[in-house]
């Protein structure tokens, strides 16, 4: 069945730094969003490009692109295209931080051909993020901490990783609802039954750290991560 | 309201049973999937148009020149060239805008993929034109009613090739970028022109019908070769169409079917000329002279 719902911003959009929507802009997104998603200043940044990425990153500008995205310029500014010159000028300051690119030669078979790792470390705090720009500025999270996701930046979402036992989705779902935050989508997975489960929720509009922190307090509950929106 | 629909066919009917112009259809039905206000949608709606005009006329001013070298100010030497072959200023204009744009695009400048980035120039690039010379000419935001509805006729037919076939090179090769680009940019001009919806989007089937089978093969993978250019060709072609309409000539295939036509071709094109560089103009001598070229800058 053909989409019935595509908006005209799809079409007239996404506002970005040229030259490739694939390349450039969405690769410009992953790393924003990566950023965003850390919450703080990383001490330090690998980026590894995979696929067509790797063959191609400077000539598209992935590599500006990726390093203006972690540190923090929006994909729609224009100072990306200095990107590089940015993390320098950051890192003699003392503001930035060193990253890392790494071109990979071959993707794991099943990972889509337009493939970034990024790696975010602050003290003992780590982030590793698997994303695939997908076509057009769209982009895909497929993986997050080791944990296999499916998300699209157009939402917040929430990630609950759980003892696997019965009842944690039922409780989650309550304390959204008590706090009037309206559930987009739901999916969870899990390793082995009894062993962790990841409960990933989509959400319309933020949700805040205070609810946050109430979900990761359950006892079930290891660890609770915001995913926000672009 | 009924908002969905996956057909021109069906949206005529809606747009016929409402009484109402596609322009504020199409305001209304995206203020009903995002949630946002209608005023929102207008604010957000300028913002991209003035995004286009801002590099339209960088690309005009200032000579674009990328990493590769495949991109040089081809805008700067249309605008500034001496001889003349072609003198109508309409015809003209479309294709020096449609350069300026998509150059902006090449050296790495801020637009509006239109419907990707590759084919940035060719909506805004025939529609300036016509506001250029036709219309009042250049403008601020909040903008006139007509300048938004250009746009968004042109969005409206990029919606439904998006619904119902793609807008991606590496799916449908480049008919689905500069040809739907195209198809866009006739809408929008036979809208400026005063035409009817089944005229607007009949200019649209004359014009798709002319890029089908477009090859996507990029020279070294980068959206320069023959991506810019074509940015100029397709832009004109679009004012070709409408002039056709305007003579009374119709597409004797209707919109709908075209697309469809245009989804079975990109299908069947051969992945070597769907984006990945390998084959066509990637493939030739010079191709591979730039790609080798690149490589080297790469380590």
């Known amino acids: 069945m053909p989409k019935e719902n595509v908006s005209i911003f799809d079409i007239l959009g996404p506002v970005m730094i040229g030259p490739s929507s694939s390349h450039t802009a969405g690769v410009a997104r992953i790393a924003f969003l990566t950023r965003k998603m850390f919450g703080r200043k990383p001490d330090q940044a690998t980026v590894r490009f995979y696929g067509s990425l790797a063959a191609t990153y400077r000539g598209h500008g992935s590599d500006k692109a990726v390093v203006a995205g972690l540190l923090g310029v929006s994909p729609e500014d224009e100072r990306l295209s200095r990107g590089l010159e940015l993390a320098a000028e950051a890192l003699a300051s003392g503001e930035g931080f060193p990253i890392d690119i790494i071109a990979e030669p071959a993707e794991p078979a099943p990972w889509h051909p337009n493939t970034v790792v990024i790696d975010l470390k602050a003290g003992d705090e780590k982030l590793r993020v698997r994303a695939a720009s997908v076509g057009g500025g769209a982009i895909r999270i497929d993986e997050i901490n080791g944990y296999a996701v499916r998300l699209s930046g157009e939402l917040e979402a929430l990630l609950v990783l759980h003892k696997d036992e019965i009842g944690v989705i039922a409780i989650v779902s309550h304390i959204l609802a008590a706090n009037r935050i309206n559930i987009a989508g739901t999916s969870s997975h899990r390793k082995e039954k009894g062993d962790e489960a990841l409960l990933v929720v989509e959400t319309d509009g933020a949700i805040p750290p205070a609810i946050i922190k109430q979900i990761e307090g359950l006892p079930p509950v290891f660890m609770a991560l915001r995913v926000p929106s672009l | 309201m009924k908002f969905r629909f996956s057909s021109f066919e069906y949206l005529l009917k ?73 003198s109508d200023d309409l015809f003209s ?206 380590n």
Do not use: H
């Not at chain 2, 003035?50 to 590769?68: I, K, M, N, P, W």
């Not at chain 2, 119709?250 to 989804?263: G, H, I, L, Q, R």
């Open chain 2, 93 to 298: 204009r479309a294709i020096g805008y449609a350069l300026a744009v998509n150059e902006v695009n090449a050296c790495g400048g801020k637009v509006v993929a239109f419907p990707t980035a590759g084919s940035s120039g060719i909506v805004p690039g025939a529609i300036w034109a016509w506001w250029d010379t036709r219309g009042p000419g250049g403008a601020e935001p909040p903008y006139d009613e007509r300048l938004r509805g250009a746009f968004l006729n042109a969005s409206l037919v990029g919606v439904l090739i998006a619904q119902n076939a793609t807008l991606a090179g590496s799916e449908g090769g480049c008919q689905a970028e500069c040809g739907a680009a195209g198809a866009m940019a006739s809408a929008a001009i036979a809208f400026l022109e005063g035409l009817s919806l089944e005229q607007r989007f009949g200019a649209a089937a004359l014009a798709l019908k002319n890029s089908l089978g477009l090859a996507c093969d990029p020279i070294a993978g980068l959206v320069e070769v023959p991506c810019v250019k074509r940015n100029a060709f397709v832009a004109a072609a679009s004012l070709v169409a409408v002039e056709l309409v305007l003579a009374g000539i119709e597409s004797a295939v209707p919109f709908d079917e075209v697309v469809a036509a245009m989804k079975s071709i990109g299908d069947s094109l051969p992945q070597s000329i769907k984006e990945n560089a390998e084959g066509g103009l990637a493939a030739t001598a010079t191709g591979i002279k730039y790609k080798a070229k690149m490589a080297q800058t790469q």
């Open chain 2, 14 to 86: 809606i747009l016929a049973e409402e009484k109402i112009g596609a322009e504020d259809y199409a305001i209304k039905r995206e203020s009903f999937i995002s949630g946002k206000s209608e005023a929102d949608i207008l604010i957000d709606l300028d913002r991209r148009i003035a995004v286009t005009r801002a590099a339209l006329d960088r690309g005009r001013c200032e000579s674009q020149r990328s990493l590769s070298g495949l991109t040089d100010g081809a805008a700067v030497k249309f605008a500034t060239r001496s001889r003349v072959l072609v």
